[in-house]
């Protein structure tokens, strides 16, 4: 059964899905694109991730190419037609198709819209999350606007080649005081010895995940104390837990930072159990 991608108002086969090679995002990555996660059938967070989608196209005054309600009926119809039950859907809006200037286009154009939606095995995302993984650290180098969620990616996809080669599964960027900013894809967190959860403030200065948003949440409800505040490299790998959260990987312990194990290189109980209960907390909408 072939993998189906929707391209400006079109299903096609995933293997011939394609853009104009003058798509503002192909050759300016001009565009802003959201993940979101897909489990027993749900999507879960939809309303946060289209409403950071709206906000990033309107920090870079860009125009929804369709209608939200359209938008919402393209992913379920993506999800359908690709069988996928646990998985994730990917959304990309690009500022359209125009001869290549790096202002923007003067005759008003359509912004375009990719959508696609992969299958992902839950036992084996839990066997990975179980694992726990290393984190390496890396110097901030990416523009100040790192909460809007652009497809300019470059940045973090050196960080993660980096993390790979050396054996690790993220990479946290490092602000030069010594504070973690956050993953190349995901949040970053720590437990204190007495059981707090601590994340940067989503300032300008991280994205401020949907995933994180509902951890909170979670945490809320399993009476753990959340604060918002910077934390060093060393502070992390002093922790008595650390791990990080996305719309993919969810709450996923991490068990060394920079070769040195944090606590006993074991993953923790705390984001086992913000794991175990995410899911219940979060928003969930229906497929079909
Ligand atoms: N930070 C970065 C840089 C990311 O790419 C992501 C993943 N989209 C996140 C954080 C986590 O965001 P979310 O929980 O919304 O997936």
């Known amino acids: 059964m072939p993998r189906i991608a929707y391209v400006n108002g079109r299903y096609v086969r995933h293997a011939d899905a394609a853009v104009h090679v003058e798509d503002r995002g192909y050759q300016l990555a001009d565009g802003v694109y959201e993940v979101c996660e897909i489990k027993r059938g749900y999507i879960v967070d939809e309303r946060g991730h289209l409403d950071r989608l709206d906000r990033s196209m309107r920090e870079l005054r860009m125009d929804w190419p369709v209608e939200r309600k359209a938008m919402e009926l393209i992913l379920r119809e993506v999800i359908r037609r690709n069988h996928v039950r646990n998985g994730m859907v990917y959304v990309q809006v690009t500022r359209g198709v125009a001869p290549r200037d790096h202002a923007f286009p003067t005759k008003p154009v359509r912004s375009a819209l990719v959508v696609t939606a992969k299958r992902m095995d839950p036992r084996a995302v839990e066997a990975k999350a179980a694992k726990g993984m290393a984190v390496i650290t890396v110097p901030e180098n990416r523009w100040e606007r790192v909460d809007i969620k652009t497809i300019g990616l470059l940045p973090n996809v050196l960080a993660k080649q980096a993390a790979v080669e050396a054996g690790a599964g993220e990479a946290w ?35 401020r995940g949907i995933t994180r948003a509902t951890v909170m949440k979670v945490a809320d409800k399993l009476g753990l104390r959340v604060e918002e505040r910077v934390f060093s490299v060393e502070e992390a790998q002093a922790a008595r837990e650390a ?33 175990e209960a995410f899911f219940e907390i979060a928003e969930k909408s229906p497929t079909c």
């Open 243 to 275: 791990f990080v959260t996305s719309a993919t990987s969810l709450v996923s312990p991490v068990v060394s930072i920079n070769g040195k194990p944090v606590a006993n290189g074991h993953p923790g109980s705390v984001a086992r159990s913000l794991r």
């Open 173 to 207: 960027f490092v602000d030069p005081d010594g504070t973690v900013k956050e993953g190349a894809s995901t949040n970053a967190w720590i437990v204190t010895k007495d059981g707090s959860l601590v994340t940067r403030p989503a300032d300008h200065g991280i994205l």
